[in-house]
C-alpha cells in the first residue's frame, strides 16, 4: 500500500565540488556518521511520459520488470488488496493478451461488447496480501509480498514463478513461498523502530535483496529517511528464513519504493518518493554487498507525480512507472556523481 510522505520532514543538502571547466566532479567521502544528505544534481526538466497504460484492471503499478526471455514485455502488478495475478505490458504501455482469448476478453480503456476485460496472468495458490515489487533472476520472477505499513505483520514472503510465456498462458503458479522476517525485528510493531516496511527487490549473484522503507515510529504517514538493506540467504519452506543484514544509510531523502540491478550486474537503481522524487544509481561494491556504501550518482525526478517503480530497459536506459500508470524513460547519462556519507 502506498502511503504519501508528509511534505514537513526535512531533506539536507551538502555541496558537491564541480573542477575545473565542469569536466569532473569530486566527490569526496563524508566523516563516519555524518547525517547530511548527498548534493542533489541540478534540478532536471520535467519529465514526459512515454506511453500510458490504460487497460482498466491495472489500478495502481506497484512492480515493474523487465523479461529477458520475451522481447519487449514487462511485467507488472498492482498494489495490496488486489487479486494475486500480473500483467505483461509492451513498451507502448499496451498489455499483452494471449490470442486464444481474445473472443472472451479485451485490453485497452474502451470496453468491448460482449467481452470482459483480462484479468492478467492468474496466481493460483497466492494471495496479494501487499505486493511491493517484483525481480527477475534468469527466468524465474520473485514477488515481494513484503508491504507492512504498520509495522506488524509476520506473514511477510517471496513467491517465486517459473516465467509465464504473456501469449500462451492465463494461469500459473508458484514454484515456491519463502517466509521471510527480519532478524532485528523482535516486536509488532516495535516501540522505537519502525524500518520493517519494504517496496525494494532486487537479485544480485542469484539472492534476493531488500531496501527497507522507513517511518517515525508509530506515526505511519511521517517519513524517515533513512533505508537498510538484506539479504536472504536460505530458501526453506517450512519455517522461516531470517534475512541478514548487510548494509545501511542514513538519509536517501525520501521513502525507497522500488531497486534494481542492471542487466550487466554494474548498477544499483534505487528509487525514491518525496515532496521531490529522486533516483540513485550505485555502483556495484568490487567485493562484498555494499551497495548503499557504494560510489552514487543521483538525479532529481520533477513532474513524474508519485513514482511507485522502476526497472532497466538497458544497461543505459531506465522505466520508471508512477501510480497514475505513465511510463517514463530516462538515461543513466543525466545522473551527476554526488558525495555522500550517513552511513548505518
Known sequence: MSLRLNP??????LRYTLLALGLAVQT??????????????????????????????????????????????YWVHN????????????????????????GEFSVGAVPVAGKKPYPGVQIA???????EDIALDGDTLYIADTGNNGNARRDLGLYVVAEPNPEATFQTRPLKWLPIAYPDQTEFPGTDRWEFD????????????FVTKHRAPGKINTAAVSANLYRLDTSHTDRVNLLTKVDGAADLGGWVTSAKLSPNGR??????????????LFETPRSGDRFLSS?????????????????FDTDDTLVVTNEQRDLFRLSVRDFAPVARGGMR
Open 295 to 311: 560510489s552514487a550518482r543521483r538525479r532529481i525526478i520533477t513532474g513524474a507525480k508519485q513514482c511507485e517503480a522502476l526497472c
Open 28 to 73: 569526496a567521502a563524508l566523516p563516519a556518521g555524518s547525517q547530511g544528505v548527498p548534493a542533489a544534481p541540478p534540478t532536471q526538466a520535467a519529465l514526459t511520459p512515454t506511453a500510458q497504460v490504460t487497460h482498466e484492471p491495472i489500478t495502481e503499478m506497484s512492480g515493474i520488470v523487465k523479461s529477458r526471455r520475451y522481447p519487449n514485455v
Open 267 to 280: 548498477t544499483l537503481a534505487v528509487l525514491c518518493q518525496g515532496p521531490t522524487a529522486s533516483i540513485w
Open 8 to 13: 514537513t520532514v526535512p531533506f539536507r543538502y
Open 125 to 131: 495458490a497466492a494471495a496479494n496480501s501487499d505486493w
Open 198 to 209: 519494504c517496496e525494494a527487490l532486487f537479485i544480485h549473484n542469484g539472492k534476493p535483496y
Open 79 to 102: 498494489d495490496s488488496g488486489d487479486e494475486p495475478r500480473l500483467f505483461a505490458l509492451r513498451s507502448d504501455g499496451t498489455v499483452i493478451l494471449p490470442p486464444y482469448l481474445s
